[in-house]
Every structure is written in C-alpha cells, then in structure tokens.
C-alpha cells in the first residue's frame, strides 16, 4: 500500500543540493504540485536559487550556503522557526563525488570534507528537523548511490560515504519509527555531477597503477538518464513514501517505485 497526500496539505519540505540537477528538479515538482506546500531550497549557488522563486515567490524560501557549514546549519534551522509550518520531509541531495582516484591517494583533509558533505550535514540537519518529523510523522529521503552496494575503483571514497548513509537511514529507521527513512538510488542521471564522474573515471582508466577494466563504468556513466523521472520519484516519496521502506535502499528502477512516478493521487 502506497501513502497518498492532500495536494493542498500545508507544510514545509527542506531539499539540499537544490542549485540543480535533482535538487532542483524535486523542488520544481513539489512546488508545482502542491499549491499549499513550501520548499526551503538549499544550495551554494544564490543566482540558481534565485531564479526558481518565480513563479512561487511565497513559497520558495531559498538558503545559500555549503550544507556542511554550520553557519548554514543555522540559517536553515532559524528559516523553520520562522515559518512555523509542519516540517513534512527532508530530502538529503547534496553531495559530492571527488575526490575520485585509487582510495589511498584521498588526502586527511579531502576524507574530512566528503564526509561532512555527504554524511555529517545530512545527520546534522536531521537532528534539526527530527522533533518536527517525528510529530509530523514524516519522511527524510536520502539520496544515495550504487557505488554503496560494493566497490567501484576510482570512486571507492564516494560509495563509502554512501554506504555510511544507507547505515545511517536504517538507524533512523529503528530509532525514530514515526519518521519514515528512505535511502534512493536515482540511478546514473544527466547532472554536472555525472560530467565530474566521467573526467574522474576518465583520469583513474589512464593512471599507470589502475588494473581494473573500467570500460563498463565508462559505458554506464556515458548513458545517462533524464533528471525527470528520478527526480518525480523523490518528491513522491518525500510526501507519501509508505512506511514499509522505511530504512530500505531502494533505486529508481525498482518495481515498487513505480507507484512513485507520477503526480500524487
């Protein structure tokens, strides 16, 4: 069974990594499916935040900054407050690929900022939401990767901070059961972050020291999928994700995602 939503429910939805890509498409989708939702769009770039407040100028609430700097943190946790509206979802987006290469060639300091990215902010941020989720009974949707399932070289850094995530939706998944937790495989999508995978698995084929084939990551990398149908999936699951895939990894081509693709009922 699939939760269904009131398209006129009124509360607030916060998705980082929204400057583009997918973040922005699922703010796009929430925004103009849901008449009375709010969306704080969270991401680095203030000019490609700025131009998605049209034509939702009262309902696009925009916080520029890195995730994973505290001052931006701050900044979300007070919009909120601001707000007063039921927080119904968190969708963790942002995130980084590189530094991609043979794992032990990643710097102290470059281990230190993936995981403050793709890790760290996420928690943090759901530490800030979780009283209002929990009496919401809503929904932290965290993007994930197939790099999690098992090493890919080259981008080994990456598929274990994923694979921390994944961990991570499951312990919230046990330790706070109100609030459905859902880690998403959006597949391998037309985003600048894919262009940075394939110059990173380009740059890791040509290395002397590499001795895996890499042609098949290459293939996959090369055939990418529009950001569309992903991105209609996540917003989905961020409003009416049934609470059976709670602290599940699940990716965008699963049969059961397929109740996820289209405009909510």
Same mark, same amino acid.
């Given at each position: 069974m699939v939760a269904t939503s009131d398209s006129q429910e009124e509360g607030?939805?916060?998705?980082?990594?929204? /400057?583009?890509?997918? #973040?922005r498409q699922v703010c796009i989708n929430l925004l103009s499916t849901h008449q009375k939702l709010h969306v704080v769009a969270v991401g680095r770039s203030q000019s490609d935040l700025a131009t998605l407040t049209h034509p939702w100028p009262e309902r696009l609430h925009i916080v520029a900054g890195d995730i994973a700097d505290s001052a931006t943190q701050a900044q979300i946790s007070a919009l909120l407050q601001a707000l007063a509206l039921p927080v119904l979802a968190v969708v963790n987006n942002a995130a980084t690929v590189t530094p991609t290469g043979p794992l032990l =060639?990643?710097?102290?300091? @470059?281990?230190?900022?993936? %995981?403050?990215? *793709?890790?760290?902010?996420?928690?943090?941020? #759901? !530490?800030?939401?979780?009283?209002? %989720?929990q009496e919401s009974r809503g929904r932290i949707i965290n993007v994930s990767s197939s790099a999690s399932q098992g090493p890919v070289p080259g981008f080994s850094a990456y598929g274990m901070t994923k694979a921390a995530l994944n961990y991570a939706t499951r312990a919230l998944a046990l330790e706070y059961p109100e609030v459905t937790s859902v880690a998403f495989y959006p597949g391998v999508v037309n985003t600048a972050m894919n262009h940075t995978a394939i110059q990173g698995a380009t740059a890791y084929a040509a290395d002397p020291r590499t001795q895996w084939d890499t042609s098949a990551l290459m293939?996959? %990398? /090369? @055939?990418?999928?529009?950001? =569309? %149908?992903?991105?209609?999936?996540?917003? *989905?699951?961020?409003?009416?994700? =049934? !609470? /059976?895939?709670s602290g599940r990894y699940v990716a965008y081509s699963d049969d059961e995602m397929r109740a996820y693709h289209g405009p909510p009922n």
């Open positions: 607030v939805v916060v998705v980082t990594g929204a /400057s583009r890509g997918i #973040g =060639d990643t710097s102290a300091a @470059e281990w230190a900022q993936m %995981l403050s990215t *793709n890790l760290t902010a996420a928690l943090v941020l #759901g !530490a800030t939401c979780i009283g209002a %989720l293939a996959k %990398l /090369s @055939e990418p999928i529009p950001v =569309d %149908l992903p991105s209609a999936i996540i917003a *989905n699951l961020a409003l009416r994700a =049934d !609470a /059976s895939l």
